[in-house]
């Protein structure tokens, strides 16, 4: 079955505590991307990949790191959370911009 | 770079009447174009796309949206809606000139009433 798997569903954690949140796709998509999602603003797109080894920052990446070492994964990384990065968010891949494919989301919240 | 604009954050309608979610994206030239619905705790969920050919694409659960290149628009309805069809919904543009980039509408939040 063609999916985006995220892992965790779900995380507490405590303000500077480093994390990660692991994002993997079985469609060998070129490109993926991590975006965050807050009542009243939408998807905002953190960081996105075009292929391996290849990283561009979207439109809120400070605070955020992601590496594409595989065509297939494609972590986030927060070195340092902070309240602020409570949210929920998503990973998505997707083949020429035809289609956006989500994984179920992780919801993230820093104390 | 794209920007998409959901004109109405909020749509309240009754079970069975007729809905519109609208949608207008900054540039026509050269974009796929897609509708998505996030229920209550979930992940999105393509409702619909339009890559190319007919302007009238057909979706999921009863839902067409209709792609105006001169408008620059790409408004989502239903003729009659359901109780089930509460949820969020977002438009979202792919752009071939950013690269294939994403870009997303702020969401509409549609609720129906018994």
Redo the contacts between chains.
């Keep these: 079955e063609a999916q985006v798997t995220q892992n965790p569903r779900y995380l507490i954690t405590v303000t500077g505590k480093k994390l990660t949140v692991t994002c993997s796709q079985n469609m060998n998509h070129e490109?993926m991307?991590w975006?965050r999602q807050d009542p009243?603003?939408?998807?905002r797109?953190i960081y996105?990949s075009?292929n391996v080894e290849v990283t561009d920052k979207g439109d809120v990446p400070e605070g955020y790191k992601v590496s594409r070492k595989e065509k297939r994964n494609f972590p986030l990384i927060l070195e340092s959370p902070s309240p602020n990065q409570t949210s929920l968010y998503?990973c998505?891949s997707?083949w020429?911009?035809?289609?956006?494919f989500?994984?179920?989301?992780t919801r993230l919240t820093v104390v | 770079a794209q920007s998409v604009t959901?004109l109405d954050?909020q749509v309240p309608v009754f079970e069975e009447a007729p809905v519109e979610l609208r949608c207008n994206y900054s540039s026509s030239v050269s974009v796929?174009l897609?509708w998505?619905v996030q229920y209550p705790n979930?992940?999105?969920?393509?409702l619909l796309?339009y890559?190319s050919g007919s302007t009238l694409v057909k979706g999921i659960n009863g839902f067409e949206a209709e792609f105006n290149k001169s408008q620059t628009s790409f408004h989502l309805r239903k003729p009659s809606v359901h109780i089930s069809d509460t949820a969020e919904y977002?438009c979202?543009v792919?752009?071939?000139d950013t690269?294939?980039?994403?870009y997303?509408?702020?969401?509409t939040s549609l609720t129906v009433i018994p």
């Design positions: 490109y991307s975006y009243g603003l939408g998807l797109q996105y075009m998503f998505a997707s020429s911009g035809r289609e956006a989500f994984g179920q989301g | 959901q954050s796929y897609f998505y979930q992940g999105l969920q393509l796309k890559l977002f979202a792919s752009d071939w690269g294939n980039q994403f997303f509408g702020t969401g």
